[in-house]
């Protein structure tokens, strides 16, 4: 069965530290795709990075990092030099190659930045 | 272009009353979703559709309805209201499967 775990529920940080948000996924497929969204305050949520099972290439774009591991089942998700604009609740979610359009979603964490 | 445009934003509604919420999307997708966001649960898929014509059910699918006769539009039906439906409701999009979801601005509705 899939399945996506957040166990940060609510993380606090001070404006300007790292922080890493993790995410730990369970498929039984070999083609899967793994997503981080963004659910700021405002409540629309917004696509952040999209992986695939093949791909074990760390990704960095500005401050914004993911690292993916298949040892670990696990896509986490680094945020470095926080800002209060990141404040906001992020969801893990996987989709596989044999339901294309099933996204699972884990619970989400809320990040707290305050300054 | 709009993206995905769901009406109404906010719905009361009195146990066993029946309502569609609407979602439309001008960006020619064919895969449409409905999801529900309750707290601590994160986001559940109610129904899904690839294409006009086809749909299928997700993890939470009682209660609820679909149909998809055009590209653009993929209504939600409620058909009689209850207390555990209130949550808010997302629609999504995409232009096929296994890639980024464009979400619309959600519907919060509570049922009394």
């Known amino acids: 069965a899939q399945k996506v775990t957040q166990a940060q529920t609510e993380i606090s940080v001070v404006e300007k530290e790292d922080v890493t948000l993790d995410c730990v996924y369970e498929t039984r497929d070999t083609t899967y795709y793994l997503f981080w969204y963004k659910q700021p305050p405002s409540g629309e949520l917004v696509f952040l990075i999209r992986?695939?099972?093949?791909?074990?290439q760390n990704e960095i774009s500005g401050r914004y990092s993911w690292n993916f591991q298949k040892s670990t089942s696990s896509f986490n998700f680094t945020i470095t030099a926080s800002q209060v604009v990141d404040s906001a609740v992020y969801f893990c979610a996987l989709s596989e190659a044999q339901n294309t359009d099933k996204l699972i979603f884990g619970t989400g964490t809320r990040l707290q930045v305050f300054p | 272009n709009a993206g995905v445009t769901q009406t109404p934003k906010f719905q009361v509604l009195k146990t066993g009353q029946s309502m569609t919420l609407q979602c439309a999307q001008d960006m020619n997708h064919e895969y449409m979703s409905w999801y529900r966001q309750d707290p601590g649960m994160g986001l559940r898929l109610i129904h899904y559709s690839v294409g006009a014509g086809i749909t299928d059910q997700g993890e939470v699918p009682n209660g609820y309805n679909v149909s998809r006769s055009t590209t653009e539009d993929f209504p939600l039906r409620l058909l009689s209201a209850a207390p555990s439906q209130t949550s808010v409701y997302f629609c999504?999009?995409?232009?096929?499967?296994?890639?980024?979801?464009?979400f619309g601005q959600g519907t919060r509705l509570t049922v009394v």
């Open positions: 999504a999009s995409s232009p096929w499967g296994n890639t980024e979801a464009f």
């Open positions: 992986r695939n099972s093949f791909d074990e």
